[in-house]
């Protein structure tokens, strides 16, 4: 059963950054997933941040993260990153890590497997 492991999340500054890290175990072929992180803040609903896709490594991102944000793969290490850079307090919400097989991350629960999330909070 796949499972997955978010860190890199803490207290940083507006205008900071941070990387976020999700690490895979219990996939034998983790070039066959998508990848996706989302983000819930108290009292409003998950966004989804980003995606990339298992075949061409296609990445999208959500408006409000366009130009700040990255995210990566390193299939050698089952992992997959997300890269923020120019933090806002708006950024601040648990981030989560969701993994589909052979399909690109939907957007519902059911859709994906999901991580415990890491916590990001931006001070101004």
């Known amino acids: 059963q796949v499972q997955l492991v978010e860190s890199g999340g803490g207290l940083v500054q507006a205008g900071g950054s941070l990387r976020l890290s999700c690490t895979a175990s219990g996939c034998s072929s983790f070039t066959l997933y998508s990848m996706g992180w989302f983000r819930q803040a108290p009292g409003k609903e998950r966004e989804l941040v980003a995606t990339?896709?298992?075949?061409?490594?296609?990445?999208s991102y959500a408006d409000s993260v366009k130009g700040r944000f990255t995210i990566s793969r390193e299939n050698a290490k089952n992992t997959v990153y997300l890269q923020m850079n120019s933090l806002k307090p708006e950024d601040t919400a648990r981030y989560y890590c969701a993994a589909a097989k052979l399909r690109p991350i939907g957007s519902s629960e059911g859709d994906n497997i999901w991580g415990q999330g890491t916590q990001v909070t931006v001070s101004s």
């Open positions: 990339i896709r298992w075949n061409f490594g296609t990445t």
